[in-house]
């Protein structure tokens, strides 16, 4: 919407009674004054795109969370990148890991086909949706090990050396990944083998999954997709965000910290950098 430019009088004649003829006379050769009105915001609470970086830095950088180990990365699906912060450090991904292990499984196992008396899409599914650890051990073993997913992933783009896996599960603290790796595999799944079944397995913010308690009430509720990942002294949230200006965003944030420290400011700190770019806009119109 435009601004609204409204001319007014220097002096409001109405208020004028009882003025000698001659001062009207001077007062109307004064110019109108032009008034600029702003339009009315939208969303009071939309983010502008050039202030990201500063958005995201305060929120790490308060008291509370210092000494915490961050990496962060945003990018759209076709590779830009919004904000970045340590992409490509080794990071404990927790949960984070079953994103490899199913995104693996898709490009590799029939989704039709059964382990045990599920269906793969089903099994799947579970996996990250509920956070099931057994389940992600299974389907390691399932798809034949950590080479096996090297080699699935790798034919989608992912960088073998970007991670570590010691289990399916994300529980052990030997499991190693880079933001950059977990951004890529949500950005290859979103046009790769299998896209449907992935997109659905992975939690909603404040309505399903092990994200059903978070971040509701929020922009941010219906509109991200994303896997949680919870140890002592880690948190991390990787997947979709979806906005208006920006279409799909691919991201992970993971914060890795001295376990003497609350793990609840983490959780605190990354629904509040979700909820932040769930309101993301351009600005320049």
């Not at 691919?250 to 376990?259: D, E, H, K, R």
């Amino acid at each position: 919407m435009a601004a609204l430019t409204i001319s007014l009088p220097f002096f409001c004649l109405s208020n004028l009674q009882g003025i000698q003829a001659n001062t009207l006379s001077r007062l109307e050769k004064f110019k109108p004054i032009e008034i600029i009105v702003p339009p009315p915001r939208q969303n009071p609470s939309q983010v502008c795109s050039p202030y990201v970086d500063n958005i995201i830095n305060n929120i790490l950088a308060r008291p509370h969370l210092k000494g915490s180990k961050w990496g962060i990365l945003i990018q759209t699906i076709e590779g830009n990148t919004v904000y970045s912060r340590s992409p490509d450090s080794y990071m404990i991904p927790a949960s984070n890991i079953k994103l490899l292990v199913t995104a693996a499984a898709l490009q590799k196992l029939n989704p039709l086909g059964k382990i045990r008396s599920s269906s793969i899409r089903d099994w799947i599914i579970t996996t990250n949706l509920r956070s099931n650890n057994n389940y992600a051990n299974v389907l390691l073993r399932y798809l034949g090990g950590y080479s096996s997913v090297r080699n699935a992933l790798s034919s989608i783009g992912v960088d073998p050396n970007g991670y570590r896996m010691r289990d399916g599960s994300g529980l052990s603290r030997n499991n190693l990944a880079t933001p950059r790796t977990l951004v890529t595999t949500l950005r290859s799944m979103h046009n790769a083998k299998g896209k449907e079944i992935f997109l659905a397995s992975l939690p909603i913010a404040g309505e399903s999954g092990t994200l059903r308690n978070r971040l509701r009430f929020t922009s941010a509720q219906g509109t991200v997709r994303a896997k949680t990942g919870t140890l002592r002294g880690v948190r991390a949230l990787s997947g979709y965000i979806e906005t208006d200006n920006y279409g799909t965003l691919a991201f992970s944030a993971i914060a890795n910290q001295p376990t003497n420290r609350s793990d609840q400011d983490l959780v605190k700190a990354l629904d509040e950098i979700v909820s932040s770019l769930s309101n993301l806009e351009s600005c320049d119109r």
